[in-house]
Structure formats: C-alpha cells, structure tokens
C-alpha cells in the first residue's frame, strides 16, 4: 500500500521553528517529486514547497521563501520541510503529497497534480 506520512506539526510562539517530516512506504521516492501544501481554516489550499528527484531542485511560494526550507534523504525514503521564523499566518494544516516526476526540474505546485497525499499534520503559531 502506498502512503505518505506527515509528523512534526504543534505550537509553536511566532519566531520559532518546526521541523515536518514526509515518511513514504509502500514504494520509493527516488522518480518522485513531494509537494508540501496548507490549508488554513476557511482558506483555500496554498502551494508551500516542492522538490524534485535527484539534486533536489526545489519551489518555494513567497510566502515562505527565505524562511522554510525543504530537503530530502532518499535513504531514508523522507522529505523534511524546515520552519524558520514562523509567523501566525503559517498556521495551518500541513499535507504532504507525491507525484510521479522522473526528472530533475522543479516540478509543478498544482495540487491535481499529485497522486498521493498524506493525512496532515496541525501547526499552530501562536503566543
């Protein structure tokens, strides 16, 4: 069976960080692109972060960009998304999802296109 897991959502104060991980079974990430998503309470779902196979070329939404970080250990078959300098607009559901993308470039942050989505995880930036 093929699943993605998140882990490493809570509270967190504004200015902290968090470390969410992506923990894939079933198959192997190596051809795969991740994609981290959120989605606040009565919000649509934002595109955060994506990276690719290989050297890792990675997207990250204005939102984020300077502060999150993403990586992957293919070892470990996990993609991590690093939180820095958080903020309370970060607070959201966060979800991890795959998609099939045998290729180095950056891939796409359209959420249709990903085939595989993990349960999410809560984080909450709050004082």
């Known amino acids: 069976q093929l699943q993605l897991v998140e882990s490493g959502g809570g509270l967190v104060q504004p200015g902290g960080s968090l470390r969410l991980s992506c923990a894939a079974s079933g198959f192997s990430l190596d051809y795969y692109a991740i994609g981290w998503f959120r989605q606040a309470p009565g919000k649509e779902r934002e595109g955060v972060s994506c990276?690719?196979?290989?050297?890792?070329?990675?997207y990250y939404a204005d939102s984020v960009k300077g502060r999150f970080a993403i990586s992957r250990d293919n070892a470990k078959n996990t993609v991590y998304l690093q939180m820095n300098s958080m903020k309370a607009e970060d607070t959201a559901t966060y979800y991890c999802?795959?998609?099939?993308?045998?290729?180095?470039?950056?891939?796409?942050?359209?959420?249709?296109?990903?085939?595989?989505w993990g349960q999410g995880t809560q984080v909450t930036v709050s004082s």
């Open positions: 999802a795959g998609m099939y993308w045998p290729r180095s470039s950056i891939p796409t942050m359209r959420a249709d296109e990903y085939d595989y």
């Open positions: 990276i690719s196979r290989g050297n890792g070329d990675a």
